[in-house]
């Protein structure tokens, strides 16, 4: 019966609906977990999570990202899944006017 129901299962993958067993999807979950932590100490070797964040707020983030050798929007994802927060959007232009800057949040944890 599971050798019928293992072949079918594509198919019915492909309808929409979810044959796996719960089994499956904690161990998918857990595989998932293990991958992300994984992905994310590969990053914290490589970055400096409170560097960058000092960097990125003191000047912008297409200069960081050339001392770094990868594009803006690299740093950008690279900020984004090391949680780090950037500067929003006219943040540069509003600080070159010399108006009042909106609040820099705090560094969290991962």
């Not at 719960?22 to 970055?47: G, I, V």
């Amino acid at each position: 019966m599971k050798k019928h129901l293992s072949s079918e299962a594509t198919r019915f993958g492909r309808l929409g609906y979810d044959v796996r067993t719960a089994e499956q999807k904690a161990q998918e979950e857990r595989q998932k977990e293990a991958s992300r932590k994984w992905f994310l100490s590969d990053l914290m070797t490589k970055y400096n999570r409170e560097k960058i964040y000092e960097e990125i707020w003191s000047e912008p983030i297409q200069h960081v990202a050339k001392r770094y050798g990868i594009s803006d929007v690299g740093l950008a994802k690279v900020c984004k899944k090391l949680n780090i927060p950037r500067p929003g959007r006219g943040y540069w232009a509003i600080k070159a006017a010399g108006k009042s800057l909106p609040r820099r949040p705090p560094l969290s944890a991962i």
